[in-house]
Each structure stands twice: as C-alpha cells, then as structure tokens.
C-alpha cells in the first residue's frame, strides 16, 4: 500500500541530544514537509522540500535540520539546540508544491525531552 | 497577515444530532480552502476541499462544506453525528501567491452518547 512512514512512534530524548525523525513515501510525490503540532496550536511548518536536493526553512525552522538526498526520504534532526523540543512532529507529502495540491500525512513521532 | 480561525477549541453534540464547525480565514489572493480530520495520536486526513465553482463542496464521510466568499468563511457540516467522528478538525488555507498552507488551529469535537 502507497502511504508514509514515520519513525519512531514514541522517542526520548535526553536534554543535549541530537535526535533523528524519519519518514519515508513511496506515493512517488515530489514535495514533503515536516509539521511540529502543540496542544492549541495547529500545525507550524518546519521545513519543506519542493524537489530532491532541494529544501526550504518553514515558520519554526531554528534548531532543527533536514536532508533530502532520495526522493522517498525527508529525515528530520532535531538539533540540541531546539530549547523545547517535546511535540507531535509530523510529516507529509504531496504529488507537487502548488496551492491545489493534497497533502498526504504520516502518523506522526511522538518526541519527549526526559 | 494572513492567518485561519477556528472559533471553537472544542464542540460537544450528542449522537446523531447536525454539526458546524466555523473557519474565517483572512487572505488577500482567492483562497484555496481545506478541511483535514485527525484522530487522537494519528496524520491528519483530508475531507474535503474548495478550490473553485460551486460553492458547496461535498467530502469524505458525509461532510460538507460551504464557502462564502462575503463572510470568508468556509464552515464544515454534517447533518447527523456518529461517534466515530470524535476527532480534531483543522482549517487550512494556501493561495496562488503562497502555495504554503495555513493552519487554523483546530476544533476539537466531542460525541455525547
């Protein structure tokens, strides 16, 4: 079945820590996008990505960081220096970055600062 | 600025009973409009989507949706509630100019038995 993937479900982190989101499409879609979600607060974006090798700093960028070297992946780091890290982080995909376009969303990791 | 409002942080209805949830979006260029459901701890799932022409648009799961253009409002409804609709409900908006969606901040709706 043609969906997202994200990795992990759950995931702690120590205060200090780099961390590693992933997420992965095979909907063959060429825009991805990484969300951060707070209780009351809807979706800011992070980063997106219109094309591979190609990516673009969203509302919320500082302290966070992104590759994406494969059209399927758009890892997410969540860098040490991000000072509340603990959220709902999810990623999407689209066929193409236009304004008509559906966006198609993982389930979503769940990062806790412990 | 541009920028979405959902009114409503929560709604509670009973089983069975008619729902509207409000969106008023402030946008300069015409507005593609968006409605995406998301049950707790799951991605978001599009409903439905008003991009042009007829102004009631129908979606997914019996939801519908109106756009007003007069009121830029972009209300969703649905004529009977079940429980399985318990779940949190965004409006999110892009235009032409500014393919990024804006998120509002979403309706959390609650089914009473």
């Known amino acids: 079945d043609g969906g997202i993937t994200q990795s992990p479900k759950y995931l702690f982190r120590k205060e200090g820590q780099n961390v590693t989101l992933s997420c992965e499409q095979n909907?063959?879609?060429?825009?991805m996008y990484w969300y951060r979600q707070d209780p009351g607060q809807g979706l800011r974006l992070i980063y997106y990505?219109?094309?591979?090798?190609?990516?673009q700093k969203g509302d919320i960028a500082e302290g966070y960081s992104v590759s994406r070297e494969k059209k399927e992946s758009f890892p997410l780091t969540v860098t040490s220096a991000q000072k509340n890290p603990t959220a709902f982080y999810l990623c999407?995909?689209?066929?193409?970055?236009?304004?008509?376009?559906?966006?198609?969303f993982g389930q979503g990791t769940r990062l806790t600062v412990v | 600025a541009q920028s979405v409002t959902q009114p409503d942080i929560h709604i509670t209805v009973s089983e069975g009973a008619s729902l509207e949830l409000r969106c008023n979006y402030s946008?300069?260029?015409?507005?593609?409009l968006f409605w995406y459901v998301q049950s707790p701890g799951q991605g978001l799932q599009l409903l439905l989507k008003?991009?042009?022409?007829d102004t009631l648009v129908q979606g997914i799961k019996g939801f519908e949706a109106e756009f007003k253009r007069s009121q830029s409002s972009f209300n969703l409804r649905k004529p009977s509630v079940h429980w399985s609709d318990a779940a949190e409900y965004f409006c999110?908006?892009?235009?032409?100019?500014?393919?990024?969606?804006?998120w509002g901040a979403g309706t959390k709706l609650i089914i009473k038995p």
């Open positions: 999407a995909s689209s066929l193409y970055f236009e304004a008509d376009t559906e966006a198609f």
């Open positions: 909907l063959n879609h060429d825009a």
């Open positions: 990505s219109q094309i591979v090798n190609d990516f």
């Open positions: 946008y300069g260029a015409t507005p593609y």
């Open positions: 008003y991009f042009s022409g």
């Open positions: 999110a908006v892009s235009s032409g100019s500014n393919y990024q969606l804006i």
